[in-house]
């Protein structure tokens, strides 16, 4: 049986696409126009709730108790966290989707090695389970697929990818220029330096002082957070006893970090959307930051979409504070493209 909180995510998202008028026209708002109550009830089925939300005129974005949620009018990301059953959500989101006048483009699903594998319910008991839930789950239509697990040298640890399309409709679909444009960066970061996690829980002597929302600002003030991207509009939960969940938006991107501090499985994660138009400072600036915040002992990088090249500004950022990268390997997917994955490993603490 688990003996902690299962600080590893689950990824899920979902792209639509459909005609002018269900898209673009008279219903600009797309997936975002989903009710409160309907969304509500496929959380519920994932065993997580809304706590905190904000948004803009590119999308909506949602604190969850378990991780995050972003919604924009053709694209679903929701990442969970714990024993949460993310993959039955699919068929729900599929047919919210549906009856908004959009069909599903591509399905991808990521995640990394459970520490509790033991306590995850199905269809998250096994890669291999995830997958077949998947096949079974997603329209025919999307039948182009993929899944791999892409292996490390630390411990047992792998980054496991779901991929499927619609080939036909992604080639003539708008959504391919941004798929071509954009890329994900996923970090997982565990055995965080024990001071920077104690930053994640609440002074018991303040208790009913701060909860919450204000809890939240006061540690993504004192942690650094609020400078990663200090133009981001950032929505912040801070939970009891600790625990700390953040999501930012800047223009039409997000980034999220979720944190759970507790020794001995201590684990945090950052994920942020870049431009291959973006400068490698840029990004090997906030991925010096992240490390700085949490300081992890073992720490994995994937980067979805960017290229091969990848590989060299992820670890020019990261070699040169004391992290030795372990492993790097590459995989294509439909869809999302390229796959980087990469391992790096600090020092042992004494």
């Known amino acids: 049986m688990a003996s902690g909180f299962e600080g590893f995510e689950k990824r899920l998202e979902l792209r639509f696409f459909g005609d002018d008028s269900a898209s673009t026209g008279c219903r600009p708002h797309g997936l975002r126009l989903i009710d409160s109550a309907s969304l509500e009830a496929v959380l519920q089925v994932v065993q997580c709730t809304i706590v905190s939300a904000v948004g803009n005129r590119f999308f909506d974005s949602y604190v969850l108790s378990e991780s995050s949620l972003f919604i924009y009018p053709t694209k679903v990301i929701i990442k969970t966290c714990g024993t949460t059953q993310l993959l039955k959500s699919v068929q729900s989101l599929v047919a919210l989707a549906g009856g908004l006048g ?13 520490i509790f594998p033991e306590a995850q319910p199905y269809p998250h008991t096994s ?18 697929r993929k899944h791999s697990a892409m292996h490390s040298k630390v411990g047992s640890y792998s980054w496991h990818v779901f991929t499927a399309c619609d080939p036909t409709s992604l080639a003539s679909s708008g ?138 500004w992820v670890a020019g950022a990261l070699e040169p504070l004391g992290l030795k990268r372990r492993r790097c390997d590459s995989d294509e997917f439909p869809e999302a493209g390229t796959v980087v994955f990469q391992t790096f490993t600090a020092p042992r603490r004494k």
Not at 102 to 108: A, F, Q, V, W
Not at 204 to 211: C, I, S, V
Not at 226 to 239: M, S, Y
Request: proline residues 4%.
């Open 102 to 114: 959009l069909s599903p483009l591509s399905c991808r699903y990521t995640r990394g090695s459970f």
């Open 175 to 312: 959504s391919l220029r941004d798929l071509d444009d954009l890329f994900t960066v996923e970090v997982c970061m565990t055995e965080l330096d024990r001071a920077q996690a104690r930053k994640f829980f609440q002074d018991p002597r303040r208790a009913g002082e701060f909860r919450g929302d204000s809890a939240g600002k006061a540690m993504t003030a004192a942690t650094g957070i609020d400078q990663i991207n200090p133009d981001a509009l950032i929505c912040d939960f801070a939970f009891e006893p600790c625990g700390y969940s953040m999501n930012g938006i800047d223009g039409d991107r997000y980034s999220t970090i979720h944190v759970t501090p507790e020794d001995g499985f201590s684990y945090a994660s950052y994920e942020f959307v870049g431009s291959v138009y973006d400068g490698t400072d840029d990004i090997i600036g906030v991925l010096r930051k992240v490390v700085q915040i949490f300081r992890p002992t073992t720490m994995s990088v994937s980067v979805t979409g960017a290229g091969t090249d990848s590989w060299a």
């Open 127 to 144: 890669f291999s389970d995830e997958v077949a839930y998947l096949e079974e789950s997603l329209p025919a239509t999307l039948c182009y």
